[in-house]
């Protein structure tokens, strides 16, 4: 009985730890554009063994996150892009993988080449270069032409390759980026729309998450609480028995 009870309170703590980290990485990308909130749940999982057929074990997972869009802040600064609707930007990272991102606070890299995030912003044909001296001006059906100050119209250099992904097709990198684990069908530009001018915030709600981060605390708290009076317990048998 005394295994079991640790066992359970222990089980309790680790969940807790892990719920608090994933709630403390949602907190400190409150303000990263884009960032969508990651979740977390609890799963039963049998306990294995001999006389352990009746007894369930919960695991801490997390089943994704928040498709939930962020709202829409207009800036003015033609470095700043955002989607309207369920869309993804491609990228390719340094090592030359495709990923997605919703982050579109770009730069220019030294080769040319518009960015967000570090990673290489993608079009139909590969990197969008852009001529020195020139900055982005980006159509809502996402084609993008690079214009020199004074110029009425500037020259076209690709257009933006925006994908849909559906509830479970992307999986969070390391390195914030996420990256496909089937096909993803390219959006339809009528469906998907290019805001030049405006950042996506993140979808992250602080007051939420702090409701959380206290009630996941609580519970540490509690499991910490069963495993002391598992080992007084412990310490009380023991006396009974040895009369020590």
């Known amino acids: 009985m005394l295994d079991r009870m640790v066992f359970t309170a222990m089980a309790g703590a680790q969940n807790a730890v ?10 400190s990308n409150a303000t990263t554009p884009g960032f969508r909130e990651q979740l977390n ?5 049998p306990v294995q063994g001999d006389g352990a057929k009746t ?54 890299d030294a080769r040319g080449a518009l960015s967000t995030g570090g990673a ?18 980006i159509g809502g059906d996402g084609v993008v032409y690079a214009r020199r100050e004074g110029e009425a ?7 933006l390759r925006i994908s849909r992904a559906d509830p479970g097709a992307l999986d969070r990198g390391p390195d914030g980026f996420y990256q496909a684990n089937r096909q993803l069908a390219v959006a339809d530009a009528k469906s998907v729309r290019v805001r030049q001018g405006a950042s996506e915030s993140s979808n ?39 009369g020590r």
Do not use: H
Not at 18 to 27: F, K, M, P, Y
């Open 18 to 27: 892990d719920q608090l980290a994933v709630t403390t990485n949602n907190l």
């Open 41 to 45: 749940a609890f799963r039963a999982v």
């Open 55 to 108: 007894r369930i074990s919960s695991v801490q997972s997390t089943p994704g996150f928040s498709s939930v869009g962020g709202r829409l802040e207009q800036t003015g600064n033609p470095f700043d892009v955002a989607l309207e609707g369920d869309g993804w930007f491609s990228v390719k990272r340094k090592d030359g993988s495709l990923a997605y991102t919703r982050q579109g606070k770009l730069t220019v």
């Open 120 to 137: 290489a912003l993608q079009g139909d044909n590969g990197n969008l270069l852009m001529p020195a001296g020139t900055v982005p001006e």
């Open 153 to 159: 119209s500037g020259t076209r250099v690709g257009r």
């Open 204 to 242: 992250v709600s602080v007051s939420e998450a702090m409701v959380q981060m206290i009630s996941q605390q609580r519970m540490f708290d509690l499991s910490m609480q069963f495993i002391k009076a598992a080992d007084q317990n412990a310490r009380g048998a023991e006396t009974l028995i040895t």
